[in-house]
């Protein structure tokens, strides 16, 4: 099941290097003529990590040319800018260092989860210094890129994503708007899209009613169309990720995606 270059589409269809249970190089082979673009999901533990190797982005930029692929990439999922100190410098660390391993294949974003939901549990006298620590971080984050909008800040569902804005405009980032996310927080997501659509290079597409992360058939309304209806008509451009994580989710949400098309 492929809509890769579907010609009703004006924006990049993609999935994570998560589909099959295997790890990225599968993964992409597997997905290579199936979607325009893949989202490379990257993390490093003490006892594990999947930081591509020279060696293997080598082949990615050679599977990329071969079959016009483009490339997203998530940052690791733990960061704690606004803590400060020693947790924000590690932090920070490991953001450049996935940065630098995957900049040879130029991806179109860079996708971080800012932990400044803290910030809404803080304490009144706490709340200066964890702002100040997550702005010093992205200052230090941005300051690596080439083009600083390649850092697309995603809205998570435990906090209000308009609280991202600020940052967006501060240091000239994009939005990586998470259709889920929004769902969760019992919105309709459209009203908060529309006026953001020119600085969001990254959609995040996904089920949430069995699960977060779910088929898109678990929706038993007409949402996925509507946000479909809503990109085509605004020419949206930039990379719509089908965010799951397992190959009978991503079949399924292709075979939807088809058929509403």
Request: glycine residues 4%.
């Amino acid at each position: 099941m492929s809509l890769k270059n579907f010609p009703a589409l004006p924006f990049r269809l993609g999935t994570t290097s998560y589909i099959i249970p295997a790890d990225i190089l599968p993964n992409v082979r597997y997905l290579a003529d199936k979607v325009d673009d893949i989202e490379l999901v990257l993390f490093e533990a003490d006892d594990y990590s999947n930081l591509p190797s020279e060696a293997l982005v080598k082949e990615l930029r050679r599977i990329a040319a071969d079959h016009a692929l483009s490339w997203t990439v998530h940052l690791p999922l733990d960061l704690k800018f606004t803590a400060g100190g020693e947790r924000a410098d590690v932090s920070i660390e490991k953001a450049l260092k996935v940065i630098g391993c995957t900049e040879k294949l130029d991806p179109i974003a860079y996708v971080a989860h800012l932990d400044t939901h803290q910030i809404g549990m803080a304490e009144e006298n706490e709340l200066a210094e964890m702002e100040r620590n997550c702005l010093n971080a992205l200052e230090r984050l941005t300051g690596a890129l080439p083009d600083r909008s390649r850092l697309a800040i995603e809205n998570l569902e435990s906090y209000p994503a308009e609280r991202n804005d600020g940052i967006v405009r501060r240091f000239g980032a994009s939005y990586c708007v998470d259709l889920g996310h929004l769902w969760l927080q019992g919105r309709d997501p459209i009203p908060y899209l529309r006026p953001r659509l020119a600085r969001t290079k990254v959609i995040h597409l996904h089920g949430i009613a069995k699960r977060d992360h779910s088929s898109l058939t678990s929706f038993s309304d007409n949402r996925v169309e509507l946000i479909l209806k809503e990109l085509v008509l605004n020419s949206y451009a930039g990379v719509v990720t089908l965010e799951i994580f397992n190959e009978n989710d991503f079949r399924s949400s292709m075979k939807l995606l088809r058929e509403i098309l």
